[in-house]
T-cell receptor, first 116, second 109 residues
Framework: GAVVSQHPSRVICKSGTSVKIECRSLDFQATTMFWYRQFPKQSLMLMATSNEGSKATYEQGVEKDKFLINHASLTLSTLTVTSAHPEDSSFYIC????????????FGSGTQLSVL | QQPVQSPQAVILREGEDAVINCSSSKALYSVHWYRQKHGEAPIFLMILLKGGEQKGHDKISASFNEKKQQSSLYLTASQLSYSGTYFCGTEISGNDMRFGAGTRLTVKP
């Protein structure tokens, strides 16, 4: 099956610093990648949809200047949390889909961000 | 635009059946079902694209009523390995996957 690699798996940073999370599709070209945020025992909240070569589409309420998304190639999307604050602490997870509309999403293993 | 999922939690004994429901107020392009175990990424189970479509493999199947914008996931003769949180994901435009709140399924011996 398709593999999506996400790094780092865990990051602890100081308030005010920026953190970059990478999401790579290893064996397929992902024209679209999705970024989600998940709080403990809660659902996956869509933050943004990232299309290769174009600007990401952000969900209402998600600050695009704070959560910078770049989808520079068909296999790599990055999420940068800028000037992180403790309230940004969460589990961030990316997913990618193959070009076929009949396939589901493949998820990365997620990144647990803790902002001190 | 998030789908509504029910029930929130289900506790079963091995061999029992369960149904998880998912509904949307919007016309849907597709419905997906995923299972997530604690500390792991969600795993894709199946996708339904057509109204009235039913799919399944092994003892897990799903239906999609396009007119009602409802989908149900059926787990029959449950096994311990079925435990986890099940999410339905819905798409309206075909590129905007949103998930329900999840159903926590616990299968006990």
């Amino acid at each position: 099956g398709a593999v999506v690699s996400q790094h780092p798996s865990r990051v602890i940073c100081k308030s005010g610093t920026s953190v970059k999370i990478e999401c790579r599709s290893l064996d397929f070209q992902a024209t679209t990648m999705f970024w989600y945020r998940q709080f403990p025992k809660q659902s996956l909240m869509l933050m943004a949809t990232s299309n290769e070569g174009s600007k990401a589409t952000y969900e209402q309420g998600v600050e695009k200047d704070k959560f910078l998304i770049n989808h520079a190639s068909l296999t790599l999307s990055t999420l940068t949390v800028t000037s992180a604050h403790p309230e940004d602490s969460s589990f961030y997870i990316c997913s990618a889909r193959e070009p076929s509309p009949f396939r589901g999403l493949f998820f990365g293993s997620g990144t647990q961000l803790s902002v001190l | 635009q998030q789908p509504v999922q029910s029930p929130q939690a289900v506790i079963l004994r091995e061999g029992e059946d369960a149904v998880i429901n998912c509904s949307s107020s919007k016309a849907l392009y597709s419905v997906h079902w995923y299972r997530q175990k604690h500390g792991e990424a969600p795993i894709f189970l199946m996708i339904l694209l057509k109204g009235g479509e039913q799919k399944g493999h092994d003892k897990i199947s799903a239906s999609f009523n396009e007119k009602k914008q409802q989908s149900s996931l059926y787990l029959t003769a449950s096994q311990l390995s079925y435990s986890g949180t099940y999410f339905c994901g819905t798409e309206i435009s075909g590129n905007d996957m949103r998930f329900g709140a999840g159903t926590r399924l616990t299968v006990k011996p």
